[in-house]
């Protein structure tokens, strides 16, 4: 049943999202009055192509076949990407794009309004939304990255517009490439990159994109974005120059790839990319679509294709709820998370480019896989399924043998040879008896994942003396009964995990002590017999919560160092493969490397490298007596997640200095230092922290946070982001993550053996048949 209340429809702003929402609510509803209000002619339009997937066109098709075939006539076709580097070009295929000219697009729309009878208003300003609202059942507010509709109404849609870093130009070219083409200018000034791609006319021969037929001279058109840094935009001088100028100059960088031809501009300027977040999406009558709602980068070319998307969401919503304010919660509700999603993976393409030089070193088949998978959205699997004869290079580059996956290959560290890249990550069980002691649940969990194929099993955060314990159900290492407890769980793993190596992970819980199991009250303090906690600085955790702690003085710090190197010692004669030193998560020696926590006026406080200072003292201490054939990594939270924390300059110095005084590998993750973060969650969310340490310094990085499948583990693996990938929920899941994933990718080999009583499990199960669900909105 559709709204009753939304026969008076006001569209502010003749975008593609405005247009095509003006289209399909008159088209459900041909009664309807829809007005578009559009500021510029009907030919005025910023920009040159726009790319839409295949999925946005399924839904095109689906609600409105007489757009959808005027836009197949229209559109330039190919599935081809250059990335070129160095002076090679990686070309990797089998990717699908659809691209059209905007203006072409908006003549589509503009005839498809004007069939059904939607008014359309140009070259006039929309009334305000309150105005409009007053007289109308419904306003659309599609006025663009700039809305002036979310700007007036702030206070009811609370935007946030973040600006970011990197500076871009929107030019075009008079011929089609035969490519999405991505190359990369390492200047005097630094580096620049091109995003090309062809929106008219195709080709002369080769890889002709198909689509809008051309002149006999075959010319064509192209859309050309050219990025860069800020600095290296300063450097360059283009912070001076005019709209012709800028176009002159980038044309003689990118000289090679245009054939000496030139650029021209269509209103162009040098830009910011700024992303667009709403909390709310609607205010009354008012609803928020496409840029005026959000933006993603466009390097992962979505900004019309969610605004497309978000017209069919509002239109189809319309028409299935009962009234207006259920219409636009159905709208929001269905198309946040989608967006959310989307702006997730634009961020990660939009932060690859800014740190784009960080790459620049790599060899060009990673350098190309790396960019080809930077979103996330494109991953090895499915670049594998796209281009075998590409993939196929890659991984040979790589190092990985016939058959073999990139997680299952081997990687030493001094002595040490892990069987492949999996690791399970240090997980607090606070299940140890009261005096530390690991028992038969330690044993059987940490066994269970030794069976279950892992390279490297590691412990727990093992405390180094009863102070330094987080809960009462934390182990030890401070006394011979532990040893010999851990001694017993090592023995297994050598003894039955078929090659699987079991690391020990030393730790302090510093001011974060003394308290409760997790599932009795995370954080909390114990209702009785609490201990003295100590810190950096005398600052709780927890205000009003928790300790104070005391502050370490001299023989304070001398005292813990001396812990760590007994149960070093111990752990040494436990027979642990590798050692982790703990320095994240808020515990002791991560309280001395953050600014937050560490407010002291000594040689301790102040300064990264006097921040240092006792943390390396404590790695010294313990690097000393730690067996010298075997590695020893560092874990650190390489990002507070709160302002005023570790930098991104903090981190890399903290990962150099561990390195430079024998370090192994730098164990990245983030956060948990202070309870005011605010964590960025999403998939892999912490992998660009292990990703800028492995790349900046060439220091090998474990990367953890939110890496749930073995397409993720391989993907990082091959864009060299990662060395050893670490994940702990999805091993809480299944024991036997390693083991599945392999099976299912058809592997079998030295990298992943099943434990022979359990070979029969190697294959999946069969399982019963599962229908598809049928779509759900049908428009016509």
């Known amino acids: 049943m559709p709204s009753p209340d939304t026969q008076r429809i006001a569209v502010v702003g003749g975008g593609p999202g405005g247009l095509y929402a003006a289209a399909l609510l008159k088209r459900l509803r041909p009664g309807r009055e829809v007005t578009v209000w559009e500021r510029n002619a009907p030919d005025d339009t910023f920009g040159f192509g726009v790319v839409l997937s295949d999925e946005t066109l399924g839904g095109i098709e689906h609600a409105d076949p007489a757009v959808y075939a005027a836009l197949s006539e229209a559109f330039v076709r190919w599935d081809t990407i250059d990335v070129v580097h160095r002076g090679t070009t990686q070309t990797s295929g089998g990717h699908g794009f659809a691209a059209l000219e905007r203006r072409t697009l908006l003549r589509i729309l503009h005839e ?5 009878g939607v008014r359309l208003r140009f070259r006039t300003e929309a009334p305000p939304a309150a105005e409009l609202a007053a007289s109308h059942d419904l306003v659309v507010a599609a006025d663009g990255v700039h809305s002036a509709t979310r700007e007036a109404h702030a206070r009811h849609f609370r935007p946030t517009v973040t600006h970011h870093r990197n500076r871009y130009i929107w030019l075009a070219a008079d011929f089609a490439f035969d490519a999405f083409r991505f190359e990369i200018a390492e200047t005097g000034h630094g580096v620049m990159q091109l995003h090309a791609y062809p929106f008219a006319l195709p080709s002369p021969g080769g890889r002709s994109p ?5 002149p006999a001279d075959g010319s064509g058109a192209s859309t050309v974005i050219v990025e860069m840094r800020h600095e290296v935009w300063r450097a360059a001088g283009f912070d001076s120059c005019g709209t012709a100028e800028s176009a002159e100059r980038c044309a003689k960088v990118f000289a090679d790839a245009l054939g000496g031809r ?20 609607s205010h009354g009558r008012t609803v928020l679509l496409g840029d005026a709602a959000h933006t993603a980068h466009f390097s992962i070319g979505s900004g019309t294709k969610l605004a497309v998307e978000d017209a069919l969401a509002l239109a189809a919503c319309i028409e299935e709820q009962p009234d207006l304010p259920a219409a636009l919660a159905a709208y929001e509700a269905e198309r946040r998370p989608v967006v959310l999603s989307t702006q997730r993976a634009a961020a990660a393409s939009l932060r690859w480019f800014e740190e784009l030089p960080q790459y620049a070193h790599q060899p060009p088949r990673r350098f190309a896989f790396n960019l080809l998978t930077r979103s996330r959205r494109v991953t090895h699997d499915n670049l594998r399924l796209r281009d075998p004869g590409f993939t196929g290079a890659v991984e040979e580059e790589f190092g990985c043998p016939p058959g073999t996956p990139p997680m299952f290959t081997p990687l030493r560290l001094r002595g040490l040879e892990l069987r492949n890249r999996v690791v399970v990550s240090p997980m607090d069980m606070y299940s140890a008896a009261a005096d530390g002691v690991p028992g038969d649940f330690h044993l059987v969990h940490l066994g269970a994942r030794a069976l279950g194929g892992a390279g490297l099993v590691m412990t727990e955060m093992v405390c180094v003396s009863p102070e330094g314990r987080i809960t009462p159900g934390c182990t030890g290492l401070w006394t011979d009964e532990q040893a010999d407890a851990w001694t017993r769980i090592t023995r297994f793993v050598h003894d039955s995990g078929h090659g699987a190596a079991i690391g020990v992970q030393l730790g302090h819980s510093g001011r974060k002590g003394s308290t409760r199991r997790m599932w009795e009250g995370i954080d909390q303090p114990l209702d009785d017999g609490n201990w003295p906690v100590v810190a950096a600085s005398p600052l709780p955790y927890a205000h009003g919560v928790s300790q104070i702690p005391q502050t370490l003085d001299r023989d304070g710090m001398d005292a813990v160092r001396d812990r760590f190197t007994e149960a070093a010692r111990r752990a040494a004669r436990c027979g642990f493969d590798l050692l982790e030193l ?16 560490n407010r002291r006026t000594d040689a301790y406080g102040g300064s990264v490298e006097n921040r240092l200072r006792f943390p390396l003292e404590v790695f010294d201490a313990v690097r000393a007596v730690w067996p010298r054939e075997r590695p020893t990594t560092v874990r650190i939270s390489a990002t507070d997640w709160f302002h005023g924390g570790t930098s991104d300059a903090d981190a890399l110095a903290v990962a ?17 230092v202070v309870p005011e973060e605010r964590p960025g969650y999403g998939r892999s969310y912490q992998t660009p922290y292990a990703d800028r ?17 073995w397409d993720d583990v391989n993907s990082l693996l091959l864009a060299g982001r990662a060395d050893l990938c670490a994940l702990a929920r999805p091993h809480l899941h299944d024991p036997h993550w390693t083991l599945h994933a392999a099976a299912e990718q058809g592997y079998e080999g030295p990298g992943a053996p099943w434990p022979l009583p359990y070979r029969a499990g190697s294959r999946p199960p069969p399982t019963g048949r599962t229908d598809a669900p049928k779509p759900r909105l049908t428009l016509d």
């Open 112 to 116: 498809r309004c004007a069939s059904l």
């Open 210 to 214: 198909t689509g809008v037929r051309g």
């Open 656 to 672: 150099r200095a561990f390195a430079a005084h024998g370090a192994d590998a730098i164990d990245v993750s983030t956060g948990q």
């Open 262 to 281: 030139p650029l021209r501009s269509n209103k162009s300027s040098w830009l910011t990319f700024a992303t667009v977040t709403n909390q709310h999406w």
């Open 693 to 709: 340490i492995r790349n900046v310094l060439g220091v090998p990085v474990i990367a953890v946070g939110a890496i749930s499948s």
């Open 582 to 597: 703990h320095c994240a998560h808020g515990y002791l020696l991560s309280g001395f490397l953050s600014p937050l926590t």
